[in-house]
């Protein structure tokens, strides 16, 4: 008889969390939900990776704040959680990744969802399409045997593109 060995779990965090987790105005209404999710995944040992494409995006959300003080104080929480992230306060840790010609020729060129039918479509935007090429190198790089890779989004799209 043979036991199940259990697998660990790598999650990276798309930018719909991250917008939550910051408390963007008019993009953070799952903000409780996510804060709730985000303790169940720490007491399970899930190892929660922060993508450089989901920063920038989300650098990209606080910058179209209208609101001057709001937008500050959005862009004051990123640059907190990016500093936490770096001197490892935080519960997840930056996902190690090589942007190259390798991972952006998988970005742009994945199937049923390259860059100019996902662009022209408005199905995934350039940060997606770049996150998807960081979860398929993962996924390659790490043994399926021992670790699970998966993509923690709130973006019902970009979930059905990262579980082909």
Do not use: Y
């Not at 930018?15 to 999710?37: I, K, Q, R």
């Not at 209208?66 to 997840?92: F, H, N, S, Y």
């Not at 049923?112 to 190198?137: F, W, Y």
């Amino acid at each position: 008889m043979s036991s199940a060995v259990r697998r660990r779990v790598v999650e990276l965090i798309d930018t719909s969390v991250l917008l939550n987790l910051l408390g963007t105005p008019f993009e953070s209404d799952d903000a409780a939900d996510v804060g709730v999710e985000l303790e169940r995944r720490a007491r399970e040992g899930v190892e929660l990776r922060m993508p450089l494409a989901a920063l920038v995006e989300a650098g990209g959300h606080v910058e179209r704040i209208d609101d001057g003080t709001r937008r500050r104080e959005c862009a004051t929480r990123l640059q907190t959680l990016i500093e936490a992230t770096l001197d490892g306060r935080a519960p997840w840790g930056f996902a190690p990744m090589t942007w190259d010609a390798l991972l952006l020729r998988d970005a742009i060129s994945m199937p049923g969802a390259d860059l100019v039918t996902s662009l022209t479509n408005k199905h995934l935007e350039m940060g997606d399409l770049v996150i998807l090429a960081e979860l398929r190198r993962l996924r390659r790089n790490l043994d399926e045997r021992v670790v699970v890779v998966k993509l923690w989004t709130l973006d019902a799209q970009l979930a059905a593109a990262a579980s082909v």
